[in-house]
Structures are given as C-alpha cells and as structure tokens.
C-alpha cells in the first residue's frame, strides 16, 4: 500500500501522533530523503525497526502492544516506532495453542493507528480470553485503536497517575496534492467508473460532496469503536457515549472513575497473580463476552432503523443523493426512447440498474433486429423480376454485363417497391446484393 493511502485511511489515533505521521508523508512527499541516522542523533537512540515479540515468565506470556499500530510494518514504524496487528495476532494465538502458557498480558503503550486490522485483532483476543486469562496491561498511552484491543481483554490494567488513557473516535484526513503536483509541472488525468470510485481524490481539492462520504464512514467507524467498547466495558452505548468515549484522555485516576481501567497495578505483580491463579483476573467478567462477527452479523446489527434513529441527518443526506441519482438514471433511460420501444424502455426505466448508455445499447439492438425483421418480410412478399430480352453475344443480357453497383443502382432508382423494402437506404440494399453475389458465385 502506498504511503498516501495510509495516510488517508481512516485511523482510530491520538490526534497528535496522527499530525507527526502526516509530517512524515508531507517530506515524502517533497522528495526529501529521511535521513535515519540524523533522526536517531535527534532522539539520541538507535531507530527500533523490529518489532518485540512473545516473551513467557513463569508460563505467562507477555505480548507488547507498543507504538503506532497498523497491519503490516512500513516507512513510518521505522521513525516512529509501531506494531503489526497481524504479528500481534499470530502471538496471541501461539500463546492460547501452547500448553505451556496459562495466561496472557497485553503489554500496551501506544496512541492507537490505523483502523483496519484493528476489530480483526480485538475480537482475537475478546475469543481467546474465552480459553485463558487475558490482561491488559498499559503504561504511558493506551490511545484509540490500542484502548480497543486493551478493552477487549478480560481486565485492564494501567502502571499508576501518568498513563493516559481513552481517545476513543476516528480520524480520516484528505490530501490534496494537485498544487505540488502543478508547481512540479505534473498533470494527472483520472479515468474512473462508479460515481464514487475517486469521490475525494488527492489529486483535487476535496469537495463537499466528497466531505460527506468520508464523514458518513467516519461516523460508521465510529459507531462500531464504540459499540465494541461498551461490549467489552459491560456499559450501555449511551452510558459508554457519554463518560467514556467523546474523544478525551483520562490520567490515572479519572480513567478508573469512568469505567476505561479496572485499577492500578505493576507488571510484575499481574504475571504474579496470574501464575497464582488469582480468581479476580482469571474468572470471565467484563470485558469477557466473545465476538464473533462476520459480515452478514456484521449488516445485520446495522439496520437502516438504528441509523436513522443514530445519524438522521446522515441517512436523510444520503437518501437525497440517492434519490437525486435515481431521478437522473431515470430521465437518462427515457432519453432513449425510439418510437415503437416503449415496452423496453418502460422495463429498463424501473429495473433500479440499467444506466442511459447502457438503454441505449439495448434499444438500438431492438431497433436493428425490427428492420431486418421488416426487410425480410418485404423480401419475402416482393415479386420476382421479370428479365429483360435483350441478350448479348455471350448469351447474357444487357444489364448481366454491367458491374453489379451499376446494375443495383438502375433498379434502385426504376423501383419505388425496393426503395421501401430498404428503408430508403441504397447502401443497405447493395450490401445485401453483394452478399447474394457472393452466395450465388460458391
């Protein structure tokens, strides 16, 4: 995937860490060559390009959740640290096949990433807290996406005042990068299907039309973050909508208060209780009910009922639309009426599919099957020609002599009868003279 792409992705972040990353695109994006060792002198250390695997002490395994998360690593990890969802997964699941680990931690400090990969990951591990204890243990930030895969574990966990917690919503960005583009002498030319297909290109200024499309998935996201988060937190939607997930921060104490974090712990302490058997992290409470969801679970829960009633303004905007684009569908069929089509065009005009370029492909076939239908009647019903007595040397007649346009040329213009078989088209008429030449020379 392309750096732009990510960028433009919707993410599920602290807003902070998300201007950072755009930074990073924006030199990219420059041609400015990132110079690695001058970004590590500035962070006076060495760049971490690896990403921590599954460590187990005393059969307890510690998975890190640490940095900027996406599915795969990229350019961006490399600077500013991150994680695979797609690894993390992998661990969890060695984690809940090996008989010799009996629980699990979730090491977190990260200000979320990408959402895609995310609802993935956290139904993971909501399922595999089903088989072993999962812990989420966060220090430092546990932001947006990774406060996402932290509630899904069975208990959450913070290291004391400091760490900061929540930033629950979704963030998409647009770039336009048609002035660069210009001032680099560049013209991009975009060919597309599907009115949507580039409805908010970077190579653009972004529309409002365009505007909407990204909020109404961003609202959709959103919508979904929260729900699992409620899921997870034993919490209404409401109740999660209003104390825990309008987007702020809480440190420490405030996140306990508002139900994000269950108490304040060390790492150590929980591999302790967890080897120990401690009943209160062990035994399935919040945060423990198993999703699985697929995509028709998935269409099913979000009706147009719970949208109307969530994002009236949403759904009566894109209704709108929708019934703007029908009317113009509509009135593109009817543009194509030939006289004598009326059925066709009635059917196609209420199919709710078939395009006004697509109509007119369908009405021109019709068209063309009813004249050579009518042709051939009048073929049929025409009498046969009386031949003329005058006959040369060769033995044939005057008019077998001359070429066969001249021939076909000298009835067209004495025979009012095959003027109307072809529909007054003499081009018509000698195609289909040749072409009995040539079934009368094989």
């Not at 209420?350 to 239908?373: C, H, I, M, N």
Request: charge should be negative; charged fraction near 25%.
């Amino acid at each position: 995937m392309k750096l732009l792409d990510i960028v433009n992705s919707p993410w599920a972040i602290i807003p902070e860490k998300l201007v950072e990353i755009r930074d990073i695109y924006a030199a990219h994006l420059r041609g400015d060559k990132i110079d690695m060792k001058s970004v590590e002198a500035q962070l006076g250390k060495p760049l971490r390009n690896k990403q921590d695997r599954l460590e187990v002490q005393d059969g307890v395994a510690v998975i890190p959740v640490e940095g900027v998360l996406a599915k795969r690593m990229n350019m961006m990890h490399a600077i500013s640290g991150g994680a695979s969802t797609q690894l993390i997964e992998q661990d969890i699941r060695e984690a809940a096949a090996s008989k010799e680990i009996s629980a699990i931690v979730l090491s977190v400090d990260s200000p979320g990433g990408t959402v895609d990969g995310t609802q993935e990951l956290a139904n993971v591990i909501a399922n595999v807290n089903q088989i072993k204890p999962v812990v989420a243990f966060g220090s430092g930030v546990v932001g947006s996406a990774a406060y996402w895969l932290a509630s899904a574990a069975g208990r959450v966990f913070i290291s004391g005042d400091t760490t900061a917690v929540g930033s629950i919503g979704v963030v998409a960005t647009h770039i336009d990068h048609s002035k660069q583009d210009h001032d680099a002498g560049l013209v991009v030319t975009e060919i597309t299907a599907g009115k949507f297909k580039r409805i908010a290109s970077s190579n653009k200024p972004l529309t409002e039309e365009g505007r909407a499309t990204i909020q109404a998935q961003v609202d959709h996201l959103y919508s979904v973050f929260v729900r699992h988060v409620a899921n997870n937190r034993g919490v209404t939607v409401d109740e999660a909508l209003s104390r825990m997930a309008d987007g702020r921060l809480f440190l420490g104490q405030a996140a306990i208060d508002v139900g994000l974090v269950d108490g304040v712990s060390t790492l150590d302490d929980l591999i302790e209780r967890l080897r120990d058997g401690d009943e209160s992290l062990t035994s399935r409470g919040v945060g423990a009910t198993p999703i699985v969801q697929t995509q028709e679970t998935e269409t099913m829960e979000i009706t147009i009922q719970s949208l109307r009633s969530d994002y009236p303004d949403l759904v009566a905007e894109l209704e709108s639309h929708g019934a703007a684009a029908e009317r113009a569908r509509i009135q593109a069929v009817e543009e194509q009426l030939v006289p004598g089509h009326e059925d066709l065009i009635a059917g196609l005009k209420f199919d709710g599919k078939t395009t006004g370029p697509e109509a007119a492909v369908q009405v021109l076939a019709a068209e063309r099957a009813a004249r050579a239908s009518h042709a051939n009647a009048l073929h049929d019903d025409a009498p046969t020609p009386i031949p003329e007595d005058v006959t040369a040397e060769d033995g044939h007649t005057s008019e077998d002599n001359l070429p066969l346009e001249e021939r076909c040329k000298r009835k067209w213009e004495n025979s009012p009868d095959l003027r109307a078989e072809f529909l007054d088209s003499f081009d018509r008429y000698l195609a289909y003279a040749k072409a009995e030449a040539r079934k009368a020379a094989a």
